[in-house]
């Protein structure tokens, strides 16, 4: 899987897509779960850690510049 997760624990399943935190890298993934292929990325700037969670079309994740949330809809608009 692409991003081992150095400060974390499990990645996020929701429907096909897996949300994986890759604390060296400090950014979210979604990745396709069939495939692994990344839907696309997210650069935090700071470290990461624990696992992230989805709800209501929300992925929300913790780090060094504390917890985020970001929209699925608007993260699958970032470049990849």
Same mark, same amino acid.
């Given at each position: %899987? !692409? +991003? /081992? %997760?150095?400060? +974390?624990? /499990?990645p996020a399943i929701e429907g096909s897509t897996v949300y994986a935190l890759s604390g060296l890298? &400090?950014? $979210?993934?979604? $990745?396709?779960? /069939?495939? +692994? &292929? *990344?839907?696309?990325?997210? *650069? ?5 850690? +624990? %696992?992230? =969670?989805? =709800?209501?079309? !929300? ?14 809809? *608007? =993260? ?5």
């Open positions: %899987m !692409v +991003g /081992a %997760m150095a400060n +974390g624990g /499990a890298g &400090k950014c $979210l993934r979604a $990745l396709d779960l /069939a495939s +692994g &292929k *990344e839907r696309w990325s997210y *650069e935090t700037g700071g470290a990461l850690w +624990g %696992m992230p =969670a989805v =709800a209501d079309g !929300v992925v929300c994740f913790s780090g060094s510049a504390s917890p985020l949330g970001l929209s699925v809809r *608007e =993260a699958a608009r970032l470049p990849h």
